[in-house]
């Protein structure tokens, strides 16, 4: 399990290294943290500060091994849904976009 406890990320990059190895994120719902982190999916994503829920959803996710599995196989999915094979081309369309118009 992998916690980032931020105030803010506008993605948090470190959270999707640690989703590309299956580890379930535990993090804050601030910014855009949550594009890549789903709720009770592939982790948790608490309100900043919220110290309690934080540490509830980390012992109940490090208590249910099944659960653990199923939030690290959904991290791995979501992380691979970044992968620059699949970035690539979106980004190549969004110029060819904007440059044909």
């Known amino acids: 399990m992998f916690l980032l406890p931020s105030e803010s990320e506008s993605f948090g990059l470190v959270a999707l290294e640690a989703m590309s190895f299956g580890i379930p994120v535990i993090t804050t719902n601030s910014g855009g ?5 789903k709720n009770s999916e ?3 994503a608490c ?6 829920n934080m540490s509830r959803v ?14 690290s196989v959904n ?22 976009r ?3 118009s």
């Not at 309100?47 to 309690?52: A, E, I, K, L």
């Open 58 to 71: 980390s012992i109940d996710l490090l208590s249910d091994s099944d659960l653990y599995s199923e939030f």
């Open 75 to 96: 991290a791995y999915r979501r992380a691979k849904m970044y992968d620059i094979n699949e970035v690539i081309p979106l980004y190549e369309e969004c110029y060819v």
């Open 42 to 44: 592939t982790g948790y």
């Open 47 to 52: 309100n900043v500060g919220d110290v309690v």
């Open 33 to 37: 943290i949550t594009e890549l982190v």
């Open 98 to 100: 904007v440059l044909n």
